[in-house]
C-alpha cells in the first residue's frame, strides 16, 4: 500500500486554494499508470515524487486528470507540506528535479517557498477571439507561458465568465487574467483549458508570468496577490529581476489514505 495525502495549497484554511493529491513511490512505474491514478483521483493535480539518483532529493511530476503539467505551483506546495508534516522529511529545503528544471521550496513553519523559473511575457495583438471568449476586452494583452489579458481593476477580473470552449480553441491553451488589486498588488484568474481544466483555484506557475509583469509595473520586487477564484487563494512573489520567481504560500492537509494498487 502506498500513502495518498489529498492537500489544499495557496491557502491556511480547508476547502479553499486548489487541491492536489500527493503520492511518495520508490520508482516511476509507467506514464499510463501516473496518468490512471490521476484520472482515479480526479483533483487538479496528482503529484508524484520519486527520490532521485543525482543532485536532487526527489524527481516530480504533475499529472491532471486528462494529461501530465510541465510545471505545477500548487502541487509542489502540496508535495512539500506532505513531506514536511506526513513522511518525516527534516531539512528545510527540498531539491526537486522536473521536466521544468531544478527547483526547490524552502520550508519555513508553515509557509513553504517554490524557487521557479521566471516567465516573462511580452506585448501582443489580442487575437482573433480571445476578447469574445472572455466577455470582455482587455485593456493589455501578452504572450508568453500563457496569454495574458490585463484589465483595469479587481471588480472585472472577477465578474468575467469566460466561455472555457471558445478558449480552448485558441492558442497557447493556457489563459491568465489580472488586475491591479484592492487589497493586495494585483489579482489573477487562470483558466489552463489546455490541462481539461475550465478554471484552476491557485495556479503557482501562473505567477511564474505574473511576478515578472507587475514587478515592472509597480516598480517593487515583493508582490502580494491573490486568485479570485471560486475557492480563493493567497500567495506572495518576489521575483530577482532576472530569472527566478519565489512564490510563497500554505497548505492544509484534507486526508490521508492508503492506496491499495499495486503500482
Sequence with gaps: MIRIFQIDAFTDRPFAGNQAAVMALQSWPPEATLQAIASENALPATAFLVPASSDADFDIRWFSPRVEIPLCGHGTVAAAHALKAH???EPDVIRLR???GDLAVRCEGEVYTL????RPCEPVASPAGFADALGAVPAETHLGYCLLGVFENEDIVRSLRPDTRALAAIDPGIFVVTAPGDACDFVSRCFPCRFGIDEDAATGS???VLAPF??????KSRLEARQLSPRGAEMTCEYDGAERVAISG???TIFEGAFTIDV
Excluded: I, K, M, Y
Design 250 to 252: 500554505r497548505a492544509v
Design 206 to 208: 501562473s505567477h511564474c
Design 214 to 219: 507587475w514587478a515592472a509595473r509597480l516598480g
Design 98 to 100: 522536473s521536466g521544468s
Design 87 to 89: 513522511l518525516g522529511w
Design 115 to 118: 524557487d521557479f523559473p521566471a
